[in-house]
């Protein structure tokens, strides 16, 4: 697939997830170093008025899914963070936080990036790991590219 296409598919179909209600944005669309940024407010807090350690989770499976799925042809494989692991290092309560997925493995079925959150002042707030399977696609069920109305009729 297309660097352009990719993107374009990945435009259209982000207000159609988390990324929306959380602010989340991709900043930058490169396999090798995909930036997912989000500026953090009272929607990803935890009880205690700090950064929840879930969003910080989020920002970087999602980092590092977005780079797995760029690095494969979408048309005939489809990826999924199978395991995560994030140490959160400094609590935030507000501030821009910026999640950099890097590869560390990529297999023929797996994935391995490491991701960095950091903050405005180039500080790293959470570090992590993600797993990503790759899978080969049913050749019935290719939903890249089919209409919300067909997914929903399934």
């Known amino acids: ?34 930036q997912v940024a989000m500026t953090v407010d009272h929607r990803h807090h935890q009880h205690l ?16 899914s977005l780079a797995a799925a760029m690095s494969v042809d979408l048309r005939t494989h489809t990826v999924a963070g199978v395991d995560l692991n ?10 821009t936080l910026l999640a950099t997925a890097r590869p560390l493995f990529r ?14 002042r180039d500080e790293l707030v959470c570090v992590a790991r993600c797993t990503i399977v790759v899978r080969p696609r049913k050749a019935d069920s290719c939903q890249l590219y089919a209409s919300p109305q067909t997914i929903r009729s399934r």
């Not at 008025?49 to 590092?64: D, K």
């Not at 797996?110 to 903050?119: F, N, P, R, S, W």
């Open 86 to 95: 994030a140490t959160h290092l400094r609590p935030k309560r507000g501030g």
């Open 49 to 64: 008025g700090m950064l929840h350690g879930g969003v910080s989770a989020l920002l970087a499976e999602s980092a590092a």
């Open 1 to 34: 697939m297309e660097r352009d296409e990719f993107i374009s598919i990945v435009e259209s179909r982000n207000p159609r997830t988390v990324f929306e209600p959380l602010g989340i944005r991709v900043t930058s669309y490169d396999p090798d170093a995909m």
């Open 107 to 120: 297999g023929r079925t797996t994935h391995v990036y490491g991701v960095e959150i950091t903050d405005e």
